[in-house]
C-alpha cells in the first residue's frame, strides 16, 4: 500500500473558506512535500517539512507535521476558485511516494 | 513553467511495442525521477538517477528501464507495452548534493496511451 494517504479524497468549499487536507504515513521520513496538481499536468511543488520540524507557513498556506502520529496536514486559507486542483503529500524514506491526492474545488 | 520540458506531448502505442520518453531537466539540476501516475491516482515512483546511475527504483518490472546523459536529459524505455501502462509519465529534476530528494521540479508529462 502507498506510503502516503491523503484525506478526504475530496473537498468542495465556498471560496473564502479555509482548506484542510491531511496526510498519513506510515514509515519513517526525512521531509514531506506537498503537492499541486492542475488537471492532468505536472505537479507544482508547494512546501518542504523536514522530520524535525513541526510547522511551516508559505503565504496561504500552512503545514504541520507531527511524527509521533505519522501525520502531516496542508492549510489553505481564505481559499480561492484559482486553488482549484488535486493536492498530493510526498514523503522521502527509502524513496519518494506520493498519496493519492485530495481533489479540492473552490466554488466562487 | 518550470524549466523541465518532456516529449512527446501524447502518444499512441499498441500492446507489444516498445517506448521511449525524454526529459529535459532544468539547468544545474543532477537528478532526474520518473514516475507513473494512472488516472485518478497519484504518482508512482518508478526510477531515479543521480549522476548518470540509477539511484533507487520503485516496484516497476525491468522492462521499465531509463538513462541519464551528461547533460542530466534522461530517458525512459518500457518494452513490450502493456495496457496498463497507459498513463500520465512524469519526469522531475531536483538538485542534490547527495540523493536526499530535496524540492523536485516536475515536467509537464507524456500522455501514453496504448490500445
Known amino acids: 500500500s502507498q506510503q502516503g494517504e491523503e484525506d478526504p479524497q475530496a473537498l468542495s468549499i465556498q471560496e473564502g473558506e479555509n482548506a484542510t487536507m491531511n496526510c498519513s504515513y506510515k514509515?519513517?521520513?526525512?521531509?514531506l512535500q506537498w503537492y499541486r496538481q492542475n488537471s492532468g499536468r505536472g505537479l507544482v511543488h508547494l512546501i518542504l517539512?523536514?522530520?524535525?520540524?513541526r510547522e511551516k507557513h508559505s503565504g496561504r498556506l500552512r503545514v504541520t507535521l507531527d511524527t509521533s502520529k505519522k501525520s502531516s496536514s496542508l492549510l489553505i486559507t481564505a481559499s480561492r476558485a484559482a486553488d482549484t486542483a488535486s493536492y498530493f503529500c510526498a514523503t522521502k524514506g527509502q524513496n519518494f511516494v506520493f498519496g493519492p491526492g485530495t481533489r479540492l474545488s473552490v466554488l466562487p | 513553467e518550470t524549466g523541465v520540458t518532456q516529449s512527446p506531448t501524447h502518444l499512441i502505442k499498441t500492446r507489444g511495442q516498445q517506448v521511449t520518453l525524454r526529459c529535459s531537466s532544468q539547468s544545474g539540476h543532477n537528478t532526474v525521477s520518473w514516475y507513473q501516475q494512472a488516472l485518478g491516482q497519484g504518482p508512482q515512483f518508478i526510477f531515479q538517477y543521480y549522476r548518470e546511475e540509477e539511484n533507487g527504483r520503485g516496484n516497476f518490472p525491468p522492462r521499465f528501464s531509463g538513462l541519464q546523459f551528461p547533460n542530466y536529459s534522461s530517458e525512459l524505455n518500457v518494452n513490450a507495452l502493456e495496457l496498463d501502462d497507459s498513463a500520465l509519465y512524469l519526469c522531475a529534476s531536483s538538485l542534490a548534493t547527495q540523493p536526499t530528494y530535496n524540492e523536485q521540479f516536475f515536467g509537464p508529462g507524456t500522455r501514453l496511451t496504448v490500445l
Open positions: 514509515t519513517s521520513i526525512n521531509n
Open positions: 517539512i523536514r522530520s524535525n520540524e
